[in-house]
Structures are given as structure tokens and as C-alpha cells.
């Protein structure tokens, strides 16, 4: 009978070393998991904090805000004998300051853009990805600063409000 009860023993401590290894493995990899989860969210909530702050001083609060401009009239590069584009459009800015800056400097913004679309070719422009792309390209040069290192502007879009090519 002595040798049942060694026998049942022997099994016991040896399954009790599997289970207590397996339970350390497992808790050291749950604390290593909850760690590096914690480092992740700890890293992550301090990099976009201020971006968040960033984010909300520049989003707009209430309705978006827009300066229509006046419609250009110009000459295209000729393909098929003289061509003109005639176009209106409203840019959408990122606050009233920017309305009043683009505003205080219209005749800058006018000479850029009729120059870029006094460049362009019928062709180029009268397809819905040609349009897509002159509102890219009018993006650019309204978001381009009025100084030598200045700012650039808050345009966030261009948005067509007439577009004839005769």
C-alpha cells in the first residue's frame, strides 16, 4: 500500500511543476501584453494630445466659411483656333481672418490665377479629372504665402459655381 500512495505523489509534483510553469508562462506573457499595451496607450494619448489641441483651434466651430470670387474670363493656349474659358468659383477657407487676408489681398490672388488658367488648354480642362485637377492646381497658388516666408493660406477647397469653354 506504500506504494500507491508514492505512486500517486510522484505524478502530483510532477503535474504540479507543468501547471505552475504554464501558469507563470502565462502571466508573465498576460503582464508583458498589459504592459506594452499600457506603454502603447500612454505613448499615444501624450503624441495626440496636442495634436488634438491643434485640431480644435483649427477646425472650424459653425458653418464653413467661403469668398466667392469674381469670374475670369481668359484665353486659352490654342489647339483649335481661339478658344476662352469663362469661370467662377468660391473658395472655402479655414476661418473669417482668412477671408479678410485673401480679401486684402485679391489683386495678388487674380494675377496667379489668371495666369495659371490662361496657361491651360482646352483639352486639359474639359474633362470632370481635368476640372479636378485645375481646382488642385488653383488650390495651390491661392494657398501660397502673399510674403516671402510668410504663412500659407487656410483654403481647404475650390468649388466651382460656373464653367464654360467656347
Same mark, same amino acid.
Given at each position: ?6 505512486? #500517486?505523489?510522484?505524478p502530483a509534483a510532477g ?14 506573457? !498576460? ?20 495634436d488634438a489641441k491643434h ?5 472650424? $466651430?459653425?458653418?464653413? $466659411? ?19 474659358? +469663362?469661370?467662377?468659383?468660391? @473658395? +472655402? ?15 495678388? !490672388? ?5 495666369? @495659371?488658367?490662361? /496657361? *491651360?488648354?482646352? /483639352? ?6 481635368? *476640372? *479636378? +485637377?485645375?481646382?488642385? #492646381?488653383?488650390?495651390? +497658388? !491661392? ?11 487656410? $483654403?481647404? #477647397? $475650390? @468649388? ?7
Amino acid at each position: 500500500m506504500k506504494a500507491e500512495p508514492k505512486a #500517486d505523489v510522484a505524478p502530483a509534483a510532477g503535474g504540479s511543476k507543468k501547471k505552475l510553469l504554464i501558469i507563470i508562462i502565462a502571466a508573465v506573457v !498576460v503582464l508583458g501584453g498589459a504592459g506594452a499595451g499600457a506603454f502603447f496607450f500612454m505613448h499615444g494619448k501624450a503624441d495626440a494630445a496636442p495634436d488634438a489641441k491643434h485640431k480644435k483651434a483649427a477646425a472650424p $466651430v459653425g458653418p464653413p $466659411v467661403f469668398v466667392p470670387i469674381e469670374a475670369f474670363t481668359v484665353n486659352l493656349q490654342p489647339e483649335n483656333g481661339e478658344q476662352y474659358l +469663362q469661370t467662377a468659383f468660391t @473658395l +472655402q477657407v479655414a476661418s473669417l481672418e482668412q477671408v479678410e487676408l485673401i480679401k486684402d489681398n485679391m489683386p495678388k !490672388v487674380r494675377s496667379r490665377l489668371l495666369l @495659371l488658367l490662361s /496657361s *491651360k488648354k482646352a /483639352s486639359e480642362i474639359s474633362t470632370p479629372e481635368g *476640372k *479636378k +485637377q485645375l481646382a488642385d #492646381d488653383i488650390l495651390a +497658388q !491661392v494657398k501660397a504665402p502673399f510674403e516671402d516666408k510668410g504663412e500659407p493660406q487656410e $483654403v481647404t #477647397d $475650390v @468649388l466651382f459655381t460656373s464653367f464654360i469653354i467656347q
